[in-house]
C-alpha cells in the first residue's frame, strides 16, 4: 500500500480508525493476532541444549570425564558413577545460572525498551513500542525515536533524522499532505515517518501503517540485529585473574600428584586426586557468579525504580563522586503550580497545590472573577499556546504534557475557563519550544477568522521581543519603567522560589508572512506566570546521604538564579560559602577556568544543554567521576560524556535514554542515591564471594599439599573433593550475592575506580583464612588417623566434614570488611537457606548408608562432631575480630 499517496481520510477508512479517537480495545487485541509483536525479528536464541551442554566443554571437565571412564573401565564402578552424577549435578547448577542471568538481561532490555504515546479508547497513555499495531494513533515530539512506519495527519515545524534508512543524515521536514507521485523512495515520502528514525525537531501525531518486520526498516532488520554481548570491566578483570588463577592451581595440583607418586602413592589414585581437585581448585565459576549477582542486583535497581542500561554503570556507580542533577521532576515533584500572576503592574495571588482545579485569585486579600481587567485573556492566551491536556482518572486530574504547559491549564480551569481547540479556535502553526529559543509560539484564528499570534517564555527572551505593554487603561509602548517594574517582579518571584513565564500577543492579518524570524517580534506583553514545583520530601535527606558517603550534588537548571538559590538552599544542598554561577558567567569561561573554580560551586542556573558538557569535562578533570542527569535531546552529549549517564524515564527523550548507562523510572534524585548505593553493594558482594571462593579454595589445595609433604595418606579422595566443590561453592556463593548492604555503605567515600580486585588488605585475607582452613583440616586428619591408624575412612570422613563445616562458617566472615560480628546473621536468609542445605548434602553422604562406600564416609559421634566444630571455627574465630 502506498500509504503517501492516500489523504489523511482515507487512510483512517482503510485503517477503520479516527485520529481524534485512535483504536478501541477490542480492536487492539485483534490487530495484535494478525500483526504481532512490534518488533524486528533478532538472532534466534541459543538451544537450551547447547546452554547445557556447554557447562562441559571446560577443559578439566572433560579430562575428569575421560578418567572417570577409564576408571569405569577399570572395575571402579562406583567412583565412576559418583564422580559423573556430581558432574552432572554441577552442570546442571551453571545452567541455572546462566537462564536466570540470560532471564535477568531479557527482564531488563524489555523494561528499557521505548514506549510510545499512543491514543486508545479516545485517551493518550504511554504503550511500549513492542505493544504498537497498525491503526494506532501516535503522538511524536523531539528526541522521540518514532516506533512503527507511520503517515503523519499533523505536523509542527515537524523534522526527522532518518541516517539509519538513507544514510543521510541531513533533517527532513515533515508534512501531513498527500503525495501524488509514483515509486517515491522512502526519503522522498516526505509524509511519512520511519521506524526507527529520530525526530529532532517539533512535534506530530500520525497513523500506524506498518509494524516490526513489514516496516520499511524491517526490511533492512538483518543489517540491525547482530549484536554482541558486552563485557563489563570487572568482568573482564575477573577473567583475567581466572586465567592466573587456572595456571596456580594447575601448578599446585601437579605438586600434590608429583609428590604423592614419589612417596608411593598409586598413580591412578593420585591422578584422579590432581584433576578431581583441579576441578575444585580451579573458580571456573566465576565469571557465571558475577554475571548473575550483576542480574541479581540489576533486578533489585529495577525494584528501586532504576533500570540499568548498560551494566558497566553498576561497577562504575560505586565510584562516583559528583552527582549533576536536573532541578524539575528530579528534585522536585514535576507538579508545577502557578501561585502568583504578575498583571496590570500588580501581583495577584492564587490559592490550591498541585493539579487540583479547585482554587481562587486574589488581589491584596480581595478575590477576583473573570471581570478582572486582562486576567481572563491572560489564562485563555496560556490555554492555548500549550501542548498538555488535563485528564481525570480515578477522580483526579493528571496532565498529559509538559507539567509548566499543565500548570497553564489548571490556572485558567481556576477562573472556569474550557476552551477546546478545533471548536472556538484553530492552530494555524506553532513554533515548538526548544531549550536554545526558550520560547514557544503558536499562530491561532478565531471562529470570527482573526488571527493572532502568542508567544511565552522566559522573561529575559520575551521582554527585548516587546514593543507594547497592557494594563488597566489598555494597550500602549512599553517604557523604561515597565520594564523595571517587570524586571523587579521577577526578581521578587524568583526569591520566592517561583519559577517565571511571560506571556505576549501579536494581531495578525491573514496577508501577513508567518516566516519565524518576522513574527516573534513587537509583541504586546500581557503579564508573568509565578509558578512553583515543590521540593519531593525525600530529595533533602538523599542530598544528606550523598554528602556523608562523599558525593557532592549539583544542582543544573535553567531557572532564574534567585528561584535556583533558593531552591538550593531549601535542599540544605548549597552551602553558605557553596558558589552559584550562571549561563552567561559559563560562556566567558574556558573548561580550565571552570576547573579552577568548580569544586566550589554547587548550582548552576540559566544554564544551556551545551554547558552541561563543559560542566562534565571540568569535573573531569579535577579527577571526578561524574554521574550526569538528563532529559532532552540537547542533553545526550554530556549524558554520553558523563562516567554514569541517566536519564529519565518518566520524561526523557529516547535519544536521551540511549545515550544514558541508567534511567530513573520516576525521574526523582532520590533514587540516583538508592542506585548508588546498590552499586556499591554490588561490588561489595563480589568482593565477598570471590574472597570465599578463592580461600576456601586455597583450604583445600593446602590440606592435600600439605598431607603429601608429611608422607601422609591422602585426607581427601575425588569423590569427597567434588562433593565439597558442589554443596561449598555453589549455593553459598551465590547467596552471598544477595547480601543486603551495610549500615555504612553510604558514610563511605567512593572507591578508587583503579581499585584492583584485592584491594583493602583481601589478598591477605584470602590467604590467611585460606591456610588456616587447611591446616586445621589437616591436624584434625592428623589427630584422628594417628589415633585411628587401621580405619582410613574415619580420618578421611573426619578431614571431610572440618573441610566443609570451616568453609560454611568462613561464609559468615566474608560479609563483612570489619568483623564476623558486625553483622547479624539471620539478616541474609537465602545465606542462612543456602549453608543449610549444603550441611544436609553433608550429612546424607555421611549417614545414609547407601551412600557411605560411594563417599568413602562413615557415621560420626556427637563428640566427632565437637572436635569437628572447634577445629572449624578456629580460622574464624582467630582472625573473624578484626579487620586484616
Known amino acids: 500500500m502506498k500509504w503517501y499517496q492516500l489523504d489523511v481520510d482515507r487512510v483512517e477508512q482503510k485503517l477503520h480508525v479516527t485520529a481524534n479517537r485512535g483504536l478501541t480495545s477490542k480492536q487492539v487485541e485483534q490487530r495484535r493476532k494478525q500483526y504481532g509483536a512490534n518488533v524486528l525479528e533478532g538472532q534466534k536464541n541459543t538451544s537450551k541444549w547447547l546452554i547445557f551442554l556447554k557447562q562441559f566443554q571446560d577443559f578439566m571437565v572433560l579430562v575428569l570425564l575421560a578418567a572417570t571412564l577409564i576408571a569405569g573401565l577399570l572395575g571402579e564402578f562406583i567412583d565412576a558413577t559418583a564422580i559423573m552424577v556430581i558432574v552432572l549435578v554441577n552442570g546442571f547448577i551453571g545452567y541455572f545460572q546462566e537462564q536466570k542471568a540470560e532471564k535477568s538481561l531479557d527482564k531488563l532490555k524489555e523494561l528499557s525498551a521505548p514506549v510510545a504515546n499512543v491514543l486508545r479508547n479516545e485517551e493518550w497513555g504511554k504503550v511500549n513500542s513492542r505493544d504498537i499495531v497498525v491503526g494506532d ?6 528526541g522521540d525515536r518514532i516506533p512503527a512506519d507511520i503517515r503523519i495527519v499533523q505536523s509542527n515545524s515537524m523534522e526527522t533524522e532518518e541516517s539509519a534508512l538513507t544514510g543521510e543524515s541531513l533533517p527532513v521536514m515533515k508534512h501531513a499532505t498527500a503525495i501524488v507521485k509514483n515509486s517515491l523512495e522512502a526519503q522522498d515520502q516526505v509524509n511519512m515517518g520511519f521506524m526507527g528514525t529520530m525526530v529532532t525537531r517539533g512535534s506530530g501525531i500520525g497513523i500506524v501503517v506498518g509494524t516490526g518486520m513489514e516496516s520499511v526498516m524491517g526490511q533492512i532488520a538483518s543489517l540491525m540485529v547482530n549484536t554482541k554481548k558486552i563485557i563489563t570491566p570487572l568482568e573482564q578483570r575477573l577473567a583475567e585473574l581466572g586465567k ?20 608411593g602413592q598409586p598413580v591412578y589414585d593420585m591422578f584422579l586426586a590432581g584433576v578431581s581437585l583441579a576441578v575444585a581448585a580451579i573458580p571456573e565459576g566465576l565469571p557465571a557468579i558475577v554475571t548473575v549477582a550483576l542480574s541479581l542486583g540489576v533486578q533489585r535497581m529495577i525494584r528501586k525504580k532504576a533500570i540499568v542500561r548498560k551494566l558497566s554503570a553498576v561497577e562504575t556507580l560505586g565510584s562516583a563522586s559528583v552527582i549533576c542533577s536536573d532541578k524539575t521532576g528530579t528534585m522536585t515533584e514535576n507538579q508545577m503550580t502557578v501561585k502568583e500572576v504578575y498583571l496590570n503592574g500588580e501581583h495577584i495571588y492564587v490559592t490550591g497545590d498541585g493539579y487540583d482545579i479547585r482554587g481562587e ?33 480515578k477522580g483526579k486530574y493528571n496532565v498529559d504534557g509538559d507539567p509548566t504547559d499543565g500548570a497553564l491549564l489548571v490556572a485558567a480551569r481556576k477562573l472556569g475557563l474550557t476552551v477546546m481547540l478545533g471548536e472556538k479556535y484553530k492552530v ?28 511565552k517564555g522566559a522573561p529575559d527572551i520575551m521582554l527585548p521581543r516587546s514593543t507594547f505593554y497592557v494594563d488597566k487603561t489598555g494597550k500602549r509602548v512599553m517604557t523604561t519603567t515597565d520594564k523595571n517594574n517587570i524586571d523587579l517582579s521577577v526578581g521578587q518571584m524568583a526569591e520566592k522560589a517561583l519559577r517565571t513565564i511571560a506571556i505576549g500577543v501579536k494581531p495578525l492579518s491573514k496577508d501577513d508572512s508567518i516566516d519565524t524570524a518576522f513574527l516573534e517580534k513587537d509583541l504586546t506583553f500581557i503579564g508573568l506566570y509565578g509558578m512553583i514545583d515543590p521540593p519531593r520530601k525525600e530529595v533533602k535527606s538523599a542530598i544528606e546521604e550523598c554528602r556523608q558517603a562523599g558525593i557532592k550534588t549539583v544542582m543544573i537548571t535553567g531557572d532564574h538564579v534567585k528561584t535556583a538559590r533558593a531552591i538550593a538552599q531549601n535542599l540544605k544542598l548549597l552551602p553558605e560559602d557553596g558558589k552559584v554561577l550562571e549561563g552567561y558567567q559559563l560562556n566567558q569561561m574556558s573548561v580550565d577556568d571552570l576547573e579552577s573554580v568548580i569544586d566550589d560551586t554547587y548550582v548552576f542556573a540559566r ?5 552541561k558538557l563543559k560542566i562534565v569535562k571540568a569535573f573531569q578533570k579535577k579527577g571526578h567521576i561524574v554521574a550526569m542527569t538528563g532529559d532532552g535531546v540537547n542533553d545526550a552529549p554530556a549524558i554520553k560524556a558523563s562516567n554514569i549517564g541517566i536519564s529519565m524515564g518518566i520524561n526523557g527523550t529516547d535519544v536521551t535514554k540511549e545515550a544514558s548507562s541508567l534511567v530513573l523510572m520516576d525521574d526523582n534524585f532520590a533514587t540516583i542515591k538508592s542506585a548508588i548505593q546498590e552499586g556499591r553493594n554490588i561490588y561489595e558482594n563480589i568482593r565477598k564471594f570471590i574472597r570465599y571462593l578463592l580461600a576456601s579454595n586455597v583450604g583445600e589445595i593446602l590440606v592435600m599439599l600439605f598431607a603429601m609433604l608429611l608422607a601422609l595418606p591422602l585426607p581427601l579422595v575425588p569423590v569427597q573433593i567434588l562433593w565439597i566443590n558442589l554443596i561449598t561453592d555453589g549455593l553459598p556463593a551465590m547467596a552471598l550475592g544477595m547480601d543486603k548492604s551495610e549500615y555504612d555503605v553510604m558514610k563511605r567515600n567512593p572507591r578508587n575506580p583503579r581499585e584492583g580486585v584485592f584491594a583493602r588488605g583481601m589478598g591477605y585475607k584470602i590467604i590467611s583464612r585460606g591456610i588456616m582452613i587447611g591446616l586445621v583440616t589437616l591436624i584434625a586428619f592428623m589427630l584422628t588417623y594417628q589415633n585411628n591408624p587401621d580405619n582410613l575412612i574415619y580420618g578421611q570422613t573426619i578431614a571431610f566434614t572440618t573441610l566443609v563445616v570451616a568453609q560454611l562458617i568462613h561464609v559468615f ?36 548408608e547407601p551412600l557411605q562406600p560411594i563417599f568413602h564416609t562413615t557415621a560420626l559421634s556427637l563428640r566427632d562432631w565437637m572436635f569437628i566444630i572447634g577445629f572449624a571455627a578456629i580460622p574464624t574465630v582467630l582472625f573473624g575480630y578484626t579487620k586484616k
Open 813 to 848: 566472615d566474608c560479609r563483612s570488611e570489619k568483623s564476623v560480628f558486625s553483622r547479624n546473621p539471620f539478616e541474609n536468609i537465602y545465606l542462612l537457606l543456602a549453608v543449610l542445605s549444603s550441611l544436609l548434602l553433608l550429612l546424607v553422604v555421611i549417614y545414609w
Open 244 to 263: 592466573i588463577l587456572i595456571i596456580l592451581s594447575l601448578g599446585l595440583t601437579a605438586l600434590v600428584v608429583g609428590l604423592g607418586v614419589v612417596q
Open 137 to 142: 494513533i501516535i503522538k511524536i515530539n523531539s
Open 361 to 393: 485569585y486574589f488581589l491584596n486579600k480581595n478575590k477576583l472573577d473573570d471581570d478582572f481587567p486582562n486576567l481572563k485573556s491572560m489564562l485563555l492566551y496560556g490555554m492555548l499556546c500549550n501542548n498538555a491536556s488535563l485528564q481525570v482518572k
Open 607 to 611: 544554564v544551556s544543554p551545551e554547558h
Open 428 to 455: 494555524i502553526k506553532e513554533i515548538p519550544f526548544d531549550s536554545d529559543r526558550k520560547r514557544m509560539s503558536v499562530i491561532i484564528e478565531d471562529e470570527k477568522g482573526r488571527r493572532f499570534l502568542i508567544t
